[in-house]
C-alpha cells in the first residue's frame, strides 16, 4: 500500500469512530479559556498513532493533543484527529480528522475525511486531489466579486485578533464569508471548488499539511496573505485560492493591512 492508500484507511476508520462518538454527543473540556477538546479528539488520535506507528514505526508524528512520537526520520506526519471540535461538541455537523505527510520538509500525500458526508479528500504530491476517487479541481471564478470565501477565527487569543476587518472587508466585496469551523475541510472545499479562497491567521501545522497540498494537487495557490511562501511551522497565516484569484486577493488583503478600507465600518445609530 502507498502512504496515501494508508492514509486514507485510517482517515476513514478514525472518521467512524468520530461518527459514532457524534451520535452520542460527548462532553467537552476547557484546555484553554475557549479552546474545547473532547474524549473524541483523544480516542481518535490515539488510533490514528497507533496505526501509523503500526504501519511506519521509523516515521515521526506530531499530532494535536500530544500523542506523537519524535523521530531523527526524514518523513514526518501531522495530525488533526479531530478539526472541528467546537462544531462537534456542539453538534454542529461540520468536522473531519486529517493526515497530511512530509518528506525532508515538503508536503508529500494528505487527506481530509468528513465522515458524516462520507467525503474523502485526498492528494499526492504530483499525482493530483481526489474527491471520493474522482479529480478535483479549484473553481474557474476570476473576480473577487464573484466569489464565495472563508475564514475562522483562533480559539487562542481570540481577543488580540484583527480578523474582523478582514472579514468585514471581504464579506462587502465578495458573494460573501464562510466561517465552517473546521480549517481542513474550508482547504479541501478550496480544492474541490465549493469555495474560491480562504484565509486565516495562526493556524497549526496539523490543520493545513493536507488541505495545502489539496490546495495545490487541485490547480490552486498557497502562500502567505503577503504573498510570501507558505510553511506550515512558521508562517503567520495563510491565503489559499484558486489561483485566479491569487493576485487580486492579494491587493485587496495589502490594503488592509495598510488600514486602507474600501467599506468602512458602519455605525451603530
Ligand atoms: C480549529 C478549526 C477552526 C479554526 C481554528 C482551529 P480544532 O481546529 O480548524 O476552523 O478556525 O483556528 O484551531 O481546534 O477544531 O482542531
Ligand atoms: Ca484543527
Ligand atoms: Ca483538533
Do not use: C
Not at 475562522?152 to 466585496?173: I, L
Not at 495545502?212 to 495563510?238: C, F, K, Q, T, Y
Request: a negative charge; glycine letters at 10%; proline letters at 4%.
Amino acid at each position: 500500500m502507498s502512504y496515501l492508500e494508508t492514509a486514507v484507511e485510517i482517515a476513514r476508520e478514525a472518521g467512524a469512530l468520530l461518527a459514532n462518538y457524534f451520535e452520542r454527543r460527548v462532553r467537552f473540556e476547557l484546555k484553554g479559556e475557549f479552546d474545547l477538546v473532547t474524549e473524541a479528539d483523544r480516542a481518535s488520535e490515539a488510533l490514528v498513532v497507533e496505526r501509523l506507528r503500526s504501519h511506519f514505526p521509523s516515521h515521526a508524528i506530531v499530532a494535536e493533543e500530544g500523542g506523537g512520537h519524535e523521530s531523527p526520520s526524514e518523513y514526518r506526519w501531522y495530525v488533526d484527529p479531530l478539526d472541528g471540535t467546537t462544531n462537534f461538541a456542539h453538534g454542529f455537523p461540520m468536522f473531519n480528522v486529517t493526515l497530511g505527510l512530509e518528506r525532508a520538509g515538503e508536503a508529500v500525500a494528505g487527506v481530509v475525511y468528513d465522515p458524516l458526508r462520507q467525503e474523502m479528500f485526498a492528494a499526492e504530491r504530483g499525482a493530483g486531489a481526489y474527491l471520493n476517487g474522482k479529480r478535483a479541481r479549484v473553481s474557474t471564478v476570476r473576480n473577487l466579486g464573484e466569489s464565495l470565501a472563508s475564514t475562522g477565527f483562533p480559539s487562542r487569543k481570540r481577543s488580540h485578533d484583527v480578523n474582523v476587518h478582514f472579514f468585514y472587508q471581504v464579506a462587502m466585496a465578495s458573494h460573501g464569508v464562510r466561517r465552517t469551523g473546521s480549517a481542513a475541510l474550508d482547504l479541501a472545499y478550496v480544492a474541490s471548488g465549493r469555495l474560491d479562497l480562504f484565509w486565516e491567521f495562526g493556524l497549526k501545522p496539523w490543520d493545513m499539511a493536507a488541505g495545502a497540498l489539496l490546495v495545490r494537487e487541485a490547480g490552486g495557490r498557497v502562500s502567505d496573505m503577503n504573498g510570501a511562501p507558505h510553511n506550515i511551522n512558521s508562517s503567520p497565516h495563510l491565503l489559499a485560492d484558486n489561483g485566479a484569484l491569487h493576485a487580486p486577493a492579494l491587493e485587496f488583503l495589502a490594503e488592509i493591512f495598510q488600514g486602507n478600507f474600501r467599506t468602512p465600518m458602519p455605525e451603530i445609530k
